[in-house]
């Protein structure tokens, strides 16, 4: 029978991929198709028979078990329970194998490789499970909020059916509180804080295959009285003492966040001081008198003065007060002004000046945006012909194009971009150019330009000298325009255009180079502002940003404790002694952030005013002696008489006393209504002092006044000459001014028949802030009655400019001319007393003549004849008394009008001469 045995020739043959799914409580896996083998040699034993699969891969947690040899049905099966958790998906290999040609399984065929693919299906055996066993909320009284709590619980079962939450139940009853299927809490009516304790309740949780939590989750909403986020604890008046230091805004301040957690707190402070003179609290001495105070270099020219006989050009041009005695033009895009080249530095100004100016420009402006506007436009004669420049504006850009030398280079044009220079807020801006460097100032603040060489074709100006402020001219075309007035050039052949709006003060021009900086630090920082007291006490992550003009100070930080400490160390200080009075507005606006990143709480912004008290101003006295009575002779020499030889100048400052206060020791005893005052003598400055002319004024050809110029320019003093006014001005101490006032002199032509003048002496400071009493002298000149009489008219020798503070009924000179003739007598008046005089005397020598002829003339004796005869034939001489008053001689003619007594003064002085 071996013999006809048929060999094992071909080999099983099964699926090529198969699908399978099994559940994690089961171990038989489901294929689709069905395992089965089959195998050509069948129906032969053995050879066509199926004795097994072979599963390939590592790990493999399936095997395959053959259910049946001969029709080759085969399962695949877990070899232990599988967790989906763990592994949901598992692929391998399998392999079916025959029985071989024997028993001995010799010549075994193997089939190729199947891929399977099992997929094990989930079971719900786990149970939802929160996330947070507690959740703690608080809440505002009275509100209903979109969200009051999210609660979040998580199924650790594998697929989706079993894994997901399909929602949430509220499990305690009788609460005003609702959930829905993503857990979100809400409120169903507002909550009141009069509930006993906060409210607490149980939710629970159901997966898609309804198996419930096994633990609920606890939720605590704790109801808080209404809160409102802001700060607590500030005063919307700060008052500020002059001279009391540093003064902190907000001492007990707190921030009140209404229980929100915060990621950050930014809070500003902003001082609004634009109001007060040119953007801040400055000295209020003028430009002039602040240069020589810091120390600046001389030379600087005005190119916008005060309107006057030389100084025509801004006559016209609206201008405003300003706080600080300074004068500010408005300039509003359609006028501009014209400097004649005699107002200029005498120096060279062609590759070596520097301009300075104040401006204050706002975005809202005309034509700020538009087009260009030009602050300076000027054309000057230079080495090898003509250089020009020009300072242009547009927008916040600033360019400034300087031309050194007209046809034979081209121009060069350096560019900044400043936010100040249309903010709206009054910056000092100072150009200074020493070519081919140029220097740019903004409040003391350098400020590097770029560069620009060439900038295109540029139509080249006319090379002639000329100088327009708030505008340029344009040679291309010509216009009619009313808007400039030049005297100087004559009729403009170009049209000016590029006209500025925005306000100018203190425009001036200097040849040479620009201050240093602690010389610009003095003449142009704030005297006020905000500042920070105490950076080492600050909380970690705190930061602290104060603007170089310290009108705004920012802390950032991301606790709000520390946010509290820090803001009470913002400071309000005003470094001087006599500060403009007056308030200035302060805000704080925060910004709070919470984890969100957003702006979770909104706190009102806070709003006050610093109270700057007006100070106890300084109190300037004048004292000396009051009577000049002299001999004609003493005023009639070269130097003169001094008009104030005993002046005395003192400065106190009085002011109120606190009850726990001590007076100071005072120069003179207070009384008995200046019990709570206190007067302090210190040391100060005087700015300016005027001698006014009362009466007529000086008749340069018979009288002047006297003063050494040498010592005038030693003592760092200016001498202006006006109609009936001398002023000397300078920033000065007390004790140079006495030195020179003291050496003015009152000077009399020999034979200028003059009796009597007055003169006013005043004094000044802080540009006419404080000012001193009126002192006035009388002078008396004395002359005999023998001296020939001449008629006395008074002027002034110089030029006299009309002081601000002159009373008004000595401003008009037909006023003055009257003023005086009622109170000095003319020259008539003198000749008049006289002859009275004579009048007088005759009458007396008529009475003692007939006193005589009724004692019997006929009985006199020799002696006495010649006694008369003498007295007939010698010179009448009578001293008159100098300090007689007006209206004593008024009564003296009454007296030689009526039949009144004579003069015993007249006739004692007859009896001693006779």
């Not at 002059?242 to 402070?269: D, H, K, M, N, Y």
């Not at 501009?336 to 100016?357: C, E, G, N, W």
């Not at 005043?762 to 006419?768: L, V």
């Not at 109170?823 to 007088?840: D, E, H, R, S, Y």
């Amino acid at each position: 029978m071996a013999k006809h045995r048929r060999p094992n020739k071909h080999k099983p043959w099964i699926e090529t991929e198969y699908q399978g799914i099994v559940m994690e409580n089961d171990k038989t896996v489901l294929l689709n198709p069905p395992l089965f083998a089959i195998d050509k040699d069948a129906p032969l034993h053995y050879a066509g028979e199926i004795c097994g699969f072979k599963i390939h891969g590592q790990g493999v947690a399936f095997e395959a078990v053959v259910l049946d040899k001969v029709t080759g049905e085969g399962v695949v099966q877990a070899k232990a329970p599988l967790d989906c958790e763990e592994q949901r998906e598992h692929t391998f290999t399998i392999q079916a194998h025959d029985c071989g040609d024997d028993a001995q399984k010799t010549n075994i065929k193997r089939s190729h490789k199947a891929i399977v693919h099992v997929h094990v299906n989930d079971v719900n055996e786990f149970e939802p499970v929160f996330v947070e066993p507690v959740y703690e909320v608080t809440l505002i009284e009275g509100k209903i909020p979109e969200l009051i709590v999210r609660v979040e619980a998580v199924d650790r079962d594998c697929s989706p059916q079993y894994s997901q939450i399909c929602f949430y139940q509220i499990l305690t009853p009788n609460v005003p509180f609702y959930i829905d299927n993503d857990g979100n809490v809400r409120s169903t009516e507002p909550l009141s804080v009069t509930h006993d304790g906060p409210y607490i309740f149980h939710v629970t949780a159901f997966d898609c295959g309804k198996k419930q939590a096994a633990k609920d989750a606890e939720i605590r909403v704790e109801i808080r009285p209404n809160c409102i986020p802001g700060w607590i604890g500030w005063s919307d008046r700060v008052v500020y003492p002059p001279s009391s230091g540093p003064r902190p805004l907000f001492p007990q301040i707190r921030l009140e966040t209404c229980g929100e957690s915060v990621w950050s707190v930014e809070a500003a402070v902003r001082l609004q001081t634009g109001h007060v003179a040119k953007g801040c609290d400055r000295d209020n001495y003028s430009e002039r008198a602040q240069r020589r105070l810091c120390g600046a270099s001389e030379g600087d020219v005005d190119l916008l003065p005060a309107p006057g006989p030389l100084s025509q050009w801004t006559s016209e041009l609206p201008s405003i007060a300003s706080r600080d005695s300074s004068r500010v033009y408005v300039f509003n895009g359609t006028r501009a002004a014209a400097v004649p080249p005699s107002a200029l530095p005498s120096a060279p100004l062609a590759d070596s000046f520097t301009l300075s100016f104040w401006m204050k420009r706002g975005d809202k402006m005309p034509n700020a945006l538009e087009r260009d506007e030009a602050v300076i436009c000027h054309t000057l004669q230079a080495e090898n012909g003509y250089a020009h420049y020009a300072l242009t504006l547009h927008g916040p850009r600033v360019t400034f194009l300087y031309w050194p030398q007209l046809g034979a280079s081209r121009p060069v044009k350096f560019r900044w971009k400043l936010e100040q220079a249309w903010d709206g807020e009054w910056h000092h801006y100072a150009l200074s150019l020493q070519f081919p460097t140029v220097i740019f100032y903004v409040d003391g603040v350098t400020y590097e330009p770029a560069l620009i060489l060439d900038s295109g074709p540029f139509h080249p100006p006319r090379p002639s000298p000329r100088l327009l402020i708030a505008a340029c001219w344009n040679d291309g075309q010509w216009k009619e325009t009313n808007n400039i007035t030049d005297t100087t050039f004559g009729t403009l052949d170009s049209a000016p255009d590029r006209f500025l709006g925005a306000l100018l003060a203190g425009v001036t021009l200097r040849a040479g180079s620009i201050d240093s900086r602690e010389v610009l630090g003095c003449l142009y920082s704030c005297k006020e502002g905000l500042d920070f007291s105490d950076f080492e006490s600050l909380g970690k992550g705190m930061k602290v940003h104060i603007n170089p003009s310290q009108t705004l100070l920012v802390l950032e930080g991301d606790d709000v404790e520390n946010i509290n400490r820090a803001i009470e160390h913002v400071i309000y200080r005003n470094a001087l002694r006599f500060a403009t009075p007056g308030a200035r507005p302060f805000q704080l606006t925060t910004t709070v952030k919470c984890f969100s990143e957003e702006a979770c709480v909104e706190v009102p912004v806070v709003r006050g005013v610093v109270e700057v008290l007006q100070p106890d101003g300084p109190r300037i006295s004048l004292s000396g002696e009051r009577h000049l009575a002299r001999p004609a002779l003493d005023y009639e020499g070269a130097s003169g008489v001094p008009l104030f030889p005993s002046l005395r100048v003192t400065c106190s400052i009085t002011h109120h006393l606190r009850p726990h206060q001590t007076p100071a020791p005072t120069p003179a005893p207070a009384t008995a209504d200046q019990e709570t005052l206190s007067s302090d003598s210190f040391i100060h400055n005087l700015e300016s002092c005027e001698i006014l002319v009362l009466g007529d004024a000086l008749d340069p050809g018979k009288e002047s006044l006297l003063l050494d110029l040498d010592l005038l320019q030693q003592k760092g003093l200016h001498l202006t000459n006006a109609s009936n006014i001398l002023t000397i001005s300078g920033v000065e101490n007390i004790g140079a001014y006495e030195i020179v006032l003291r050496d003015v002199r009152y000077r009399v032509e020999p034979g200028a028949a003059l009796y009597e003048r007055k003169f006013r002496l005043q004094c000044a400071e802080m540009s006419g802030r404080y000012v001193s009493n009126e002192f006035t002298v009388e002078v008396n000149v004395l002359h005999s009655l023998g001296s020939p009489a001449r008629p006395s008219h008074l002027q002034s020798g110089h030029q006299f400019v009309h002081s601000g503070r002159r009373p008004h009924h000595e401003m008009g000179g037909h006023r003055l001319a009257e003023a005086h003739r009622s109170v000095v007598p003319g020259a008539a008046t003198v000749i008049v007393l006289v002859c009275v005089a004579f009048l007088v005397l005759m009458v007396t020598l008529g009475i003692f003549r007939i006193r005589s002829v009724h004692r019997g003339l006929d009985t006199r004796k020799g002696p006495e004849l010649e006694k008369e005869a003498f007295w007939e034939d010698s010179a009448l001489t009578i001293i008159v008394n100098p300090m007689e008053t007006y209206e004593q001689r008024q009564g003296s003619c009454e007296v030689a009008g009526g039949h009144e007594p004579v003069n015993p003064d007249l006739e004692a002085a007859a009896d001693r001469r006779y």
